[in-house]
């Protein structure tokens, strides 16, 4: 089963303190440090796996700038056949529909039975998957966190929905998969393990590559365009707890208990 | 002298002459041993190399020591003089066994040297050794079938109990002392009878006992006891040696090896592979243990030297919490896994993956590396370089526990396992006390004294009391000192000890570069672990100190003077951390740092100095899950409690975390307090207005 799985490069929101810049446009990006998105990781991982039971092959893709490439390297190491990088300067700006319009002409370039990407991206709003899914005219599953292939040309998936609960479907490949976490245990990658494919070469794909132009997928085709950022005013009814860690905790055990949260 | 009975060699058995059989027996002992022995060899020949013939004054010293004078027994004090009086009567014994092999073809040999007075004495000796040996077995038999220390228990999951075979042995060295000494006493008996000269029995040995009990028997009676004793004796001989290599009493023959190639150097860990340079780490194609033959032939050594005296596991903490790890059985699981592999007879194995089929990732990762197993050992076994071994095997093939993962990937980014950013690392120093500077070293801005905080300290809100205490002691006391501030990165100390053995590289590349442009001549830590990677784990940096170091350096140059303690409610204990203790022998500094405060009243714990109980371990060890029934550090607030203490005083951010959350979660908060060495200095430090 040949499989592409879309990755993405995110601030690395449990090693950060997410700021937002003075004019309101962006998030503070000195000092931060990437990381793949987590969806991302599990998808790499059950692809991976899947590859391991019946053969195949995993490519990754990613659309980002050159530092892109180090999310590539680390699902390599983990064990991804090949990278591709989608690179070109005219996608800045681009909106959830150019990534996908983007992604959709480099699956149509390969040979794929299975796409998959994560669930949705840390800073992100959980639409490429079904976008591509649709532009391709596969079938789509989402949230996806059980996943069995029952033959050639079809997969058992869980879905995960609301309380917990896990619904299972059938449903016929080639298909867009989006994965939710815990589907598995994404397997660590060491420095090591990134050494040693170092020197793999990743292409390095243009938006003329896939046929499409900036006019297509940039800054000129987004339809949704982000206005501001801003930190939510403290409305009524949230208490913000002060002190030492020990006094909040006691602060918080106190409330619970006093609205009957614990007994 | 006349002898009364015929001797072995000169006897006949059914018709044919023994001393053929006395010669048989030998030759098919001895080639049966060398060819087990040859077989026992092949794990180790194929096994990675370990230079381990340095320093030989040295390890004829430790041999000396902890095998001749068995320097570990008595730490079981039963146990330890029983196994004493057997070793030392086996040494003494050999002797004799060798010349009783040769009487059996030679009429009348004596070992060169045991003719005359000497041999006079040797007798005496001997004899009263077997009657010792003997003695000892029985101590130890009965105290195996009925008594059962818990320690030799076998949990269902590591399958049969033991007992069987130890007893077995305990029958065949008795036996041994028997029958040596039947032979002697039967002839003693036929001369004395006959009124001729025999040899002096000293009383009370079993060959005396032996000897009255027959002075009444006929020469008829008398001669068929001595021949079959002696082939008796000779026959269970070389059949000893020959199982000697199937159990746990190959150590009778590995054990001196064992002591001699011990490792030499406390806290350091092994190189991924012996003769690989770090720069060459890249190009070797595997890392650590994932099949057996990359033990190296001294791990093996080891495994085949397990005396399964259960000691190991009785001290280890993992064991104790119930979590999935006994290194008692990591060693006879390897051992029976070499036995199984490298048969005597029958083929080689083929070679398979060790994890899943020896050993489980649970009981790899449970190790806190706190050596109390290895202290123990009276073989001198090692744990922690196998543990790493193994973890190095599962990082690279990617099976590290989830709650590993993270703390990893901050370590990789951030270089801390909080995944905190770094210009917050001396956001502690915000709330010192008005005067107290803490400067940042760098290539224009230097200082004699580096404070290395590490992680910990640095990050947790709880430790950073130990930053600022250390500061304002460094400031009361004029000592000119600084931090790296942003260019200080984790020491690495549990990430080389989890395996990570690359990225402990980098963070050691990274820590190496700032401490050397910040142009320090020393270095000074609160961090155990810390302490012991900048010592142990770099090199091409000043050697650092522990505080307790610097600290009682201060009091013995007069320059720390301290207040009374006047609550005489107050009862301390010192809890000894596993990097300062074990690892670095540092037991004495800072309890006589503590006992310089006048009026300190302070109390051991059962297990302090070097069998310490660890409160459970450092760096990433607190982020990792266990399995467990109770958290270390719930145990050792139980253990201060016992010892009447209500102050555990330790020298290390990990065990403050882990004892405070310790007696918090006892139920025992208000009635113990932990404390760090600098917190109590700075408490009772007098300082001059």
Request: glycine share 8%; net charge negative; with cysteine.
């Amino acid at each position: 089963m040949d499989i592409l799985v879309c990755v993405k490069r995110v601030p690395d929101t449990s090693e950060n303190e997410i700021e937002i810049n003075s004019e309101g446009t962006d998030i503070e990006r000195e000092d931060l440090v990437y990381s793949v998105n987590e969806w991302d990781n599990y998808a790499v991982e059950e692809a991976i796996q899947i590859r391991d039971r019946v053969g195949g092959s995993v490519t990754v893709v990613t659309v980002g700038d050159e530092d892109s490439e180090e999310v590539l390297r680390r699902e390599m190491a983990m064990g991804a056949d090949q990278g591709i990088l989608i690179s070109d300067d005219a996608i800045e700006g681009c909106d959830g529909k150019g990534s996908a319009k983007t992604l959709k002409a480099e699956i149509e370039k390969g040979k794929y039975d299975l796409i998959m990407t994560g669930a949705q991206a840390d800073e992100g709003y959980a639409q490429v998957g079904g976008m591509i899914a649709a532009m391709l005219d596969m079938p789509y599953a989402s949230l996806v966190n059980y996943l069995e292939i029952l033959d050639d040309n079809k997969l058992k998936v869980g879905r995960e929905i609301e309380g917990g609960n896990t619904e299972m479907n059938e449903i016929s490949i080639p298909c867009v998969l989006s994965i939710q976490t815990g589907i598995n245990e994404p397997r660590y990658v060491g420095i090591r393990g990134i050494r040693k494919v170092a020197n793999v070469e990743i292409p390095t794909h243009g938006l003329s590559d896939l046929g499409l132009s900036g006019d297509d997928v940039g800054e000129k085709a987004a339809k949704v365009k982000r206005v501001d950022y801003f930190v939510p005013e403290t409305g009524e009814g949230a208490e913000m707890l002060e002190g030492d860690t020990e006094e909040k905790a006691e602060k918080l055990a106190e409330i619970l208990k006093s609205k009957g949260g614990i007994k | 002298m006349e002898h009364v009975l015929i001797s072995p060699a000169n006897a006949t058995i059914l018709g044919i002459p023994a001393w053929i059989l006395a010669v048989l027996i030998p030759v098919v002992g001895i080639g049966a041993f060398a060819y087990i022995i040859a077989r026992r060899l092949i794990p180790l020949a194929k096994a990675e190399s370990d230079p381990r013939f340095d320093r030989i004054p040295l390890r004829i010293k430790n041999v000396l020591k902890f095998w001749l004078a068995q320097y570990k027994q008595p730490r079981y004090m039963l146990a330890g003089v029983l196994h004493i009086v057997i070793f030392i009567g086996f040494l003494i014994l050999s002797v004799r066994s060798i010349s009783l092999v040769i009487v059996g073809f030679n009429e009348g040999f004596v070992m060169p040297g045991l003719s005359g007075a000497l041999g006079d004495v040797y007798n005496f000796l001997k004899d009263y050794a077997a009657t010792l040996v003997f003695l000892a077995c029985i101590v130890a038999a009965v105290r195996r079938i009925f008594f059962k220390p818990e320690r030799y228990k076998v949990p269902p999951e590591y399958g049969e109990d033991h007992t069987a075979e130890a007893v077995f042995v305990l029958g065949l060295i008795g036996a041994l002392m028997v029958f040596e000494s039947l032979f002697e006493a039967s002839h003693v008996a036929a001369q004395l009878q006959e009124g001729m000269q025999a040899e002096f029995l000293p009383p009370l040995t079993l060959a005396w006992f032996f000897s009255k009990i027959l002075g009444g028997a006929s020469t008829a009676v008398l001669q068929p006891i001595h021949t079959s004793s002696y082939f008796l004796h000779d026959l269970i001989f070389f059949f000893f040696l020959c199982y000697l290599p199937f159990g746990k009493h190959f150590h009778v023959i590995t054990s001196i090896f064992n002591v001699l190639f011990m490792k030499l150097d406390r806290g350091t860990i092994k190189p991924v592979r012996h003769g690989v340079s770090e720069e060459e780490l890249d190009n070797l194609e595997s890392f650590g243990v994932k099949y057996f033959e990359e033990f190296t032939w001294k791990n093996m050594l080891d495994f085949y030297t397990c005396v399964d005296c259960g000691r190991c596991s009785d001290n280890c903490p993992a064991n104790a919490v119930g979590r999935p790890l006994s290194p008692r059985f990591l060693t006879l699981k390897s051992r029976d896994y070499m036995f199984e592999r490298f048969p005597v007879l029958g083929d080689i194995q083929p070679k398979e993956p060790v994890v899943g089929k020896v050993f489980s990732e649970d009981e790899i990762w449970a190790c806190t590396t706190c050596g109390a197993c290895e202290e123990e050992c009276p073989v001198l076994n090692e744990y922690i370089n196998k543990i790493v071994d193994l973890r190095r095997g599962l990082i690279e093939e990617g099976n590290v526990p989830q709650s590993l993962q993270k703390p990893l990937g901050a370590l990789e980014k951030r270089g801390n396992p909080y995944g905190m950013m770094e210009k917050k690392k001396l956001d502690w120093s915000k709330d010192l006390p008005e005067g107290t500077e803490v400067k940042v070293l760098d290539k224009n801005n230097s200082s004699d004294t580096l404070y290395f905080m590490d992680s910990a300290t640095a990050f947790d809100e709880r430790l950073q009391e130990i930053a600022k205490a250390t500061t304002t002691l460094f400031n009361n006391l004029g000592t000119d000192f600084g931090v790296l501030g942003k260019a200080e990165k984790d020491s690495g100390h549990e990430v080389k000890r989890f395996g990570e053995e690359m990225l402990f590289q980098t963070l050691k590349e990274q820590n190496t570069e700032a401490i050397n442009n910040s142009g320090v001549s020393n270095i000074i830590t609160t961090d155990p672990h810390a302490y012991n990677a900048l010592n142990k784990d770099y090199s091409g940096i000043p050697q650092a100190e522990h505080i307790s170091q610097y600290l009682l350096r201060q009091i013995r140059n007069n320059q720390l003077k301290f207040n009374p303690v006047t609550d005489s409610e107050l009862v301390f204990t010192y809890h000894d951390p596993c990097y300062l203790g074990r690892h670095n022998l540092l037991y004495d500094v800072p309890r006589e740092v503590m006992d310089s405060i006048p009026g300190l009243n302070r109390v051991e714990m059962d297990r302090c100095r070097d069998s310490s109980f660890c409160c459970g371990g450092g760096g990433l060890m607190l982020f990792y899950e266990s399995e467990e029934d109770m958290r270390m550090g719930q145990k050792r607030a139980q253990m201060a409690a016992e010892a009447g203490a209500n102050v555990i005083v330790v020298a290390c951010p990990y065990c403050l975390v882990n004892l405070e959350d310790g007696v918090k979660t006892s139920g025992m908060e208000g009635q113990i307090q932990v404390m760090d060495l600098t917190e109590l200095v700075l408490q009772y430090m007098y300082v001059s207005s």
